[in-house]
C-alpha cells in the first residue's frame, strides 16, 4: 500500500531524544497543526491516538461535569454531554463518542452500585484496546500491544511482590494476559516469554516511583524508535514523534515563546509542498 509523506512537516520538527527532555512543541498545538495537514485518514489515526486523553477527561466528567479537561483530546465536556442527550432520544441518533465509550457512560446511569473510577478506566482501557486493534494502523496496534503487555506485566510483578496478585488487575484479554492469568503472578523470572522481564524487574525493584516511571517510559521509547528504523516522513513516523511528545510532556514543561515559534516554522515550510505531494493529495 503506498503511504504519504510528509517531507517539509518532519523536516521541520525538532529532535527528540530521551536524555535531553526539553519539551519544544505542545501536544494540542502540534495535532493542530497536524489536522491542518494530514490526509484525512492519517489524521485519523492521530486521532485514535489521542483517545488515550479522552478516557481520562470521561472518567472525571461522569465524577463531576464541571471539572477542567485536558485539551489534548478528541471531545468536550459539550461533547460528553451531548451523547449522554442523544441515548436518550427517542429517534436513534448517531454516537458522538467510540461505542466503548457509550458503553461506558450507559453503564454509569444504570450502575446502581455508583461511581468507581478505577472501574471505569479499566472498562475504558479494554474498550481502548480494542478499538485500536481494529480500526489502528500496524504502526499503532504494535506500540499499544506493547502498552499494554508491559503494564500488564508490571502489575503482575508488583502485585506479586506484595502478595495482593489477583487476575482481575490485569487489562484486556490478548494472549499475553491469558498467560499471565494463568502463571497466577508465579515462576514469571523462569519463564522466557518474557521478553523485558528483567527491564521491568529493575523498574519495579526501583525505591523511586518516579524512577521506576521514567525508567519504564525509557523502554517505551527505544521501543518506538525500533519500530522507526525504517520510517522517515510516513505518518508512523508522526505517530511515533507524538508518543514522544506524550513522554516528554510527563516530565519537563513547555515555554510557550519557543513552541510557538517552532509551529510557525512549520507552518512556513508546509506551505512548500512539492508539486507530486499535490498531485497526491488529488487522487485522494
Avoid at 495537514?37 to 486523553?53: E, F, G, N, P, R
Avoid at 489477583?166 to 523462569?190: P, Q
Wanted: glycine residues 4%; negative net charge; charged residues 25%.
Amino acid at each position: 500500500m503506498l503511504k504519504n509523506n510528509y517531507h517539509y512537516l518532519v523536516a521541520g520538527l525538532p529532535d527528540l531524544t530521551f536524555e535531553d527532555q526539553k519539551q519544544k512543541i505542545g501536544i494540542t498545538e502540534f495535532c493542530h497543526a497536524l489536522k491542518q495537514q494530514l490526509y484525512t485518514a492519517d489524521y485519523a489515526q492521530v486521532k485514535i491516538a489521542l483517545l488515550i486523553y479522552d478516557i481520562k477527561n470521561l472518567v472525571r466528567f461522569l465524577e463531576d461535569p464541571s471539572q477542567d479537561l485536558s485539551e489534548d483530546g478528541n471531545f468536550s465536556s459539550a461533547d460528553f454531554q451531548e451523547q449522554i442527550s442523544n441515548l436518550s432520544a427517542i429517534l436513534p441518533v448517531e454516537n458522538i463518542l467510540p461505542d466503548y465509550m457509550v458503553n461506558l457512560i450507559s453503564y454509569h446511569y444504570k450502575n446502581e452500585s455508583g461511581y468507581n473510577s478505577v472501574e471505569y478506566e479499566k472498562k475504558l482501557a479494554e474498550g481502548y484496546y480494542q478499538y485500536v486493534m481494529d480500526t489502528g494502523i500496524p504502526f499503532l496496534r504494535a506500540i499499544t500491544d506493547f502498552d499494554y503487555n508491559m503494564k500488564n506485566l508490571l502489575s503482575t510483578v508488583m502485585s506479586t511482590e506484595h502478595n495482593c496478585y489477583n487476575k482481575e488487575i490485569l487489562v484486556g484479554n490478548n494472549e499475553f494476559v491469558k498467560f499471565l492469568k494463568k502463571s497466577a503472578g508465579k515462576n514469571l523470572t523462569s519463564n522466557s516469554e518474557f521478553e523485558f522481564l528483567g527491564e521491568i524487574l529493575t523498574c519495579s525493584n526501583s525505591n523511586l516511583y518516579s524512577e521506576a516511571e521514567r525508567k519504564y517510559d525509557q523502554l517505551r521509547w527505544n521501543f518506538i524508535e525500533d519500530k522507526l528504523v525504517f520510517e522517515s516522513f510516513s505518518i508512523e513516523y508522526i505517530l511515533g514523534y507524538l508518543m514522544k511528545l506524550q513522554i516528554i510532556e510527563r516530565w519537563t514543561p513547555l515555554a510557550p515563546d519557543k513552541g510557538e515559534q517552532i509551529l510557525r516554522m512549520m507552518m512556513t515550510g508546509l506551505k512548500e509542498q512539492s508539486k507530486t505531494q499535490l498531485e497526491n493529495l488529488l487522487e485522494h
